[in-house]
Every structure is written in structure tokens, then in C-alpha cells.
């Protein structure tokens, strides 16, 4: 009798050990996919913590994909804001669901990244508040540049030195993007020193082109990561601005953010 009990035991634990391997890898799949990207990623940890924050889709679904057959869905409602042990959005007046690239890129180098974006047909700005979808983050310290909404107007491509705007070019009308795919292209080198530089396009046209400049800040000496999805800053400036309306929800799709040493490393897929 005791062996059987053993044996129902031992069944037991290796029937929950299968079930938290398979939920698991079903996690991990429902983040990261190389369809999608080429890039290890990871969930910005002080993203909200809601189910639908960010799923991995399919085109079978009816969902749109810029290629193959999946894209990342993220979305943030009123009130959806995160933090972990250092850090709190939710009392910074901010809210966000980001994804962000596992490994630093290091000084001295040159980068390319990818990133293509699509804003449904029914999307609604939050603006006076500002929604990043697209950032560049220097480690411990602040970001160097953000593609933003910032007006409900234009898609705005923002060069940044310690946190602070230097250049602001307009990029795309929103309503330009709304039912289809936009696509991003970056190209940096970055560095303590004047020879690096900073070149956005969107859907081929240069945007920004900055030459001969410091694009790393001596603050810091551990890279850079660049950072996708939705992060909403200045939440309390709807309701200053709109009163009792309702905050929208946002939904945003990402596909084909990819990073690599050359233009077409990263856009090899985009004439699908």
C-alpha cells in the first residue's frame, strides 16, 4: 500500500512538473518568436502586469503582421501602470507595456535596428500625454532618443541628450498610419566622443540625420537598449485637458524589430 502510494505520488509531482514546463514555454513563446524579431528580448520588468499588456498574435486570428505570420500586440488601458523593486510608474505619473533588448549595445559601434509599427484604424491619441513607441535607453541613466505621439498630429523622431530634447523633427501624420504598417529604421553609432552619429528613417525617408556628435553621455558606462511598445508619460495631463472624458485605450502592433551590423540584415524581410 505504501509503494502505490509512493507511485501516485511520484505520478503526481511529475504531472505538475510537465504542466509548469509546457505553461512555461508557452510563456516564453508568447513573447518572443523569430517571426517577429531577431533580437533576444525581454519584458521591461516595469511594464503593467495585465494578461493582455502584450500577446504574441497570428495573421490566422485576423490580426496584422507586416511579415510572416505574427506580430506582437500590446495594449494599455486607464490606470495601467507597473514597477518592480527600484522603480514605480504608477507614482511617476507614467504607464507602459515595452519590450526591450536582453543584451546592452556597447560604445564604439555601429548598430542597425528595425522596427515596424501599426496603429489600427480606430486609434485614439492620448494626447496632451505622451506615448513613446519606440525609444533608445543609455543603461542607469536616460534615454537619447523617442519616436513619439506627443500631439495626435505627427509621428515625432526626438534626439535626446541626459533625458533632455536637442532635436525634434516630424516624422509621419498619425492619421497617415492608421490601417497600415510604418516602418522604422535606425542607424547609430554610439560614442563618448564627436564621431558618432544618429540617422532615423521612415519608410525610407530620412527623418533625422545627426553627424559628428556625442551620442553616449559620460554618466554611465554600460550600454544601451533599445525599447519598443507603448510607454505613456504625463498621464494626469488628459484629464487637465479632456475633464471627464474617457481615457482611450491603446493598441499598438510591432513586427520585423530586428537589430544586426548592416542595413539589410534588418530590412531583409520587409519586401515580403
Known amino acids: 500500500m505504501l509503494l502505490i502510494t509512493k507511485s501516485i505520488k511520484n505520478k503526481v509531482i511529475l504531472f505538475l512538473i510537465t504542466i509548469f514546463l509546457v505553461i512555461s514555454l508557452s510563456f516564453a513563446e508568447a513573447k518572443n518568436s523569430k517571426d517577429v524579431s531577431n533580437i533576444k528580448v525581454q519584458k521591461k520588468t516595469i511594464s503593467h502586469k ?4 502584450l500577446q504574441l498574435v497570428s495573421s490566422k486570428d485576423g490580426h496584422p503582421v507586416r511579415s510572416g505570420n505574427k506580430s506582437w500586440r500590446f495594449e494599455v488601458r486607464e490606470g495601467d501602470c507597473g514597477g518592480d523593486k527600484k522603480y514605480s510608474d504608477c ?40 506615448s513613446v ?10 534615454p537619447i532618443l523617442m519616436i513619439t505621439d506627443r500631439s495626435n498630429e505627427w509621428l515625432e523622431v526626438g534626439r535626446m541628450w541626459s533625458g533632455e530634447y536637442v532635436e525634434m523633427k516630424k516624422g509621419i501624420k498619425i492619421n497617415d498610419m492608421k490601417g497600415k504598417w510604418t516602418d522604422i529604421l535606425i542607424n547609430v553609432r554610439y560614442s563618448r566622443k564627436e564621431d558618432g552619429f544618429m540617422k532615423v528613417w521612415i519608410n525610407d525617408k530620412l527623418i533625422l540625420e545627426s553627424l559628428n556628435i556625442k551620442t553616449f553621455t559620460p554618466y554611465t558606462n554600460k550600454g544601451a537598449k533599445l525599447e519598443w511598445g507603448i510607454y505613456q508619460t504625463g498621464v494626469s495631463d488628459w484629464k ?32 515580403n
Open 50 to 53: 495585465q494578461k493582455y499588456s
Open 91 to 130: 507614482k511617476s505619473n507614467r504607464q507602459r507595456t515595452e519590450l526591450q533588448t536582453k543584451e546592452y549595445q556597447k560604445r564604439n559601434k555601429e548598430y542597425w535596428y528595425s522596427a515596424s509599427i501599426y496603429l489600427p484604424d480606430n486609434y485614439i491619441s492620448v494626447a496632451p500625454v505622451r
Open 133 to 142: 513607441f519606440t525609444q533608445i535607453y543609455e543603461k542607469s541613466w536616460k
Open 240 to 271: 487637465r485637458k479632456h475633464g471627464e472624458k474617457p481615457y482611450p485605450t491603446m493598441v499598438v502592433y510591432f513586427d520585423e524589430v530586428n537589430q544586426g551590423s548592416s542595413r539589410e540584415k534588418v530590412t531583409k524581410n520587409l519586401g
